[in-house]
């Protein structure tokens, strides 16, 4: 089945068609958002939301698109919105940030499906450090390193151009190598 009579089904309401979508969709928005909020529930919330998302606008779908161009798009938008009402959160718990016992340079607690076992460590590190980048320097190094997407794709996802992809790409691993390296000089 081609995208065109996938998107005429889901606009019809059909429920096998949203299915299947879910199902060949779900850990590649699972993957982006996890590589994003760092954290499993959040994470899940965000695909939940995202294919809730799909369902309500698929009216608003432009069929110029590819289908995984726009859910990458909703599930970078949802992931980041999240992250910004945690921040928010915190900002309003000044008590629940006295209390806490939890530094705030601890590496992430999570399980990317990319990573494997003994690399764990290394990527808590790195995952920590990409929390300090800017959203749009994180979002295209997470959606290129960790997704495997291309330029191109990645420049229609964020809506940008493909000059600045590679800029934004060029300035996340600068800042990286920098947060890195400050980190290693620290702990070693």
Known sequence: MDQAEIIARLREGDQAAYSMVVEQWQQMVYNVAIGIVQNEEDAEDVMQDVF????????????????????YS???RKALDLEKSRKREKRGGFLQRIFSMKEPDEPANFNHPGILLDNKEKAAVLFAALKK????QRVAFTLHKLEGLGNQQIAAIMETTLYAVESLQSRAKANLKKILKDYYEQHL
């Open 133 to 136: 980048l800017p959203d749009n």
């Open 52 to 71: 809730v998302s799909l369902y309500e606008k698929i009216g608003d779908f432009r069929e110029a698109a590819a289908l995984s161009t726009w859910l």
């Open 74 to 76: 909703i599930a970078v």
